[in-house]
């Protein structure tokens, strides 16, 4: 350094007061906790939303649970073994938002998809995705359009199931009427229940169903129906529906012009012929039975009010130790008899019991009624005889009294008959190389035993004994009766845990973090 020129004093370095590196320190720490409260709240955000795309995790407050599915769907989602493609024809933007009933239909698919990791949820969009269109179209009968519901084996097309979105919603008629013919409201506006979760369901069982047993519905005899359209049309109806719904393979077919040979058919329907059959198909009905000697076939004979004489069917009958008499068994005991809607009116019914538990196993509720609407009483022939054994399974109360069909009985003839039989059943049985061979014919005594109203009140158990009948004799396993779920009046309702956990999310959490926030902002006000 130049000695002649002087040095520049050194500046010194300005402490901090003891004040500032105070407020320094807890700004620092304020900082510090507001970032930390910041990647906690990103976290879980990133959690949750991860989560709600796998598991369902959101509350339906609705009365009827309209966008939540039923134990029995989730129980056979979580046992299944096979991979299962659910492909909407419809972009997913605009599934979403074409109306309220398209939404519930895209919760609910949802749902399906999250309860089980072998179901496949996707959307496709039909005029930019032809040939995914066109690859189902191959396996399908009917024409495939913009909105449907594929469901699908994902390693056999040909194994499908198409569900319509208009067959999953119940309507007014009468709104329907007013809404086609006169354009008045709109189709939403007619909707009173919604059935996707039975009809879903019943699609994924058929699908994933290795051999589904297949049915033929004898309803008509060269073109005309057999049954009295009048009394019996719906329940009809329902008896297929059901079936279908719990994974059967139904089609009604001619008894006279149609072939419904033991090779296609498992199980054969007779529903309430008005008039009797030929020998010709009383001779088809015996070589479906007998199964040239293999058996391991079944029918399920419905007799009714409605009938007139049925020689030719009656002999059929007797040989498998069965007879449908002439006399209705009709309630004289106002205390025992039910009340029910039929879908031929109100009525005073029989409550039925059952004799043989053998059929009734797939029973969920065995405290609620069975009931017997003008059922023929039914007489069995004999106990047992070589190869064959005849038993009850349904039977009325023993105050009911018989009134013959066509007559009118006067109050003072209605004497209590004691217990009759309305619905029993004929095994016969034949080994062969010591492996037990097997055919059954159920008989039921009124079609409405299975009436259209009757089979959708949850009040009665005559559904859920149905299937259970029917898969007993079919060697079916799994059942699945799904209430409608009713759209007409929706109300908010919560249980106990609902609420709290709705009281947890909306204001717990966020009190929670404004509780930090205006902690901080004191805390480094005051230092």
Request: glycine share 6%; aromatic share 8%.
């Amino acid at each position: 350094p130049d000695p002649a020129k002087p040095e520049k004093p050194k500046k010194e370095k300005k402490k901090m007061s003891a004040g500032t590196q105070k407020k320094l320190r807890y700004g620092a720490l304020a900082t510090a906790i507001t970032c930390v409260v910041t990647a906690i709240v990103v976290v879980v955000n990133i959690l949750v939303s991860g989560l709600m795309e796998k598991y369902p995790l959101k509350l339906d407050l609705t009365e009827d649970g309209i966008y939540d599915i039923s134990n029995e769907s989730i129980n056979y989602l979580q046992g299944m073994q096979k991979d299962v493609n659910f492909t909407v024809l419809m972009s997913e933007s605009n599934f979403q938002t074409s109306g309220v009933s398209m939404k519930m239909i895209s919760e609910l698919l949802e749902k399906y998809a999250q309860y089980s990791d072998k179901v496949h949820l996707t959307f496709v969009d039909p005029s930019t995705n032809p040939d995914v269109v066109n690859t189902y179209q191959e396996n399908y009968s009917g024409s495939l359009t913009e909105g449907d519901i594929i469901v699908s084996d994902t390693n056999d097309n040909s194994k499908m199931r198409v569900v319509n979105v208009s067959n999953l919603f119940t309507y007014d008629q009468e709104k329907m009427y007013y809404y086609r013919y006169y354009g008045q409201g709109s189709l939403e506006d007619c909707i009173t229940g919604f059935t996707g979760e039975q009809n879903l369901t019943a699609a994924l069982m058929y699908v994933t169903d290795a051999d589904p047993v297949k049915v033929a519905v004898l309803t008509k005899a060269n073109g005309t129906p057999i049954y009295n359209q009048t009394y019996n049309y719906y329940s009809i109806g329902m008896m297929g529906q059901t079936l279908t719904k719990n994974g059967y393979d139904v089609k009604e077919v001619d008894i006279y012009t149609d072939e419904f040979s033991p090779e296609t058919y498992d199980l054969i329907i007779l529903p309430a012929p008005i008039n009797d059959l030929t020998s010709t198909a009383i001779d088809k009905i015996s070589a479906f039975l007998y199964n040239d000697g293999e058996y391991n076939r079944n029918m399920l004979y419905i007799a009714d009010f409605t009938q007139g004489n049925t020689p030719n069917l009656d002999e059929l009958l007797s040989t498998w130790g069965i007879s449908v008499t002439k006399n209705l068994a009709l309630e004289s005991d106002d205390n025992a008899a039910q009340q029910v809607t039929l879908a031929v009116g109100n009525a005073s019914v029989p409550v039925a019991e059952i004799s043989d538990e053998t059929y009734s196993t797939g029973l969920v509720n065995t405290s609620l009624p069975l009931v017997a609407p003008l059922c023929r009483s039914i007489d069995l022939l004999w106990e047992s005889q070589t190869g064959g054994v005849t038993s009850e399974l349904l039977k009325t109360s023993d105050t009911v009294y018989l009134n013959v069909m066509g007559e009118n009985t006067e109050n003072n003839k209605k004497e209590p008959a004691g217990s009759q039989t309305a619905m029993a059943v004929s095994v016969r049985k034949e080994f062969i190389d010591n492996i037990p061979h097997q055919s059954t014919l159920m008989v039921m005594g009124s079609m409405m035993l299975i009436d259209y109203y009757l089979m959708q009140d949850a009040s009665y158990n005559n559904a859920q004994y149905f299937i259970s009948a029917v898969n007993t004799m079919s060697g079916k396993d799994s059942s699945l009766i799904i209430a409608e779920k009713q759209l007409t009046t929706q109300t908010l309702s919560m249980s106990t845990g609902d609420m709290r956990g709705a009281i947890f999310a909306v204001f717990a959490v966020p009190a929670l973090v404004m509780a930090i926030g205006v902690f901080v902002i004191m805390r480094r006000r005051n230092k």
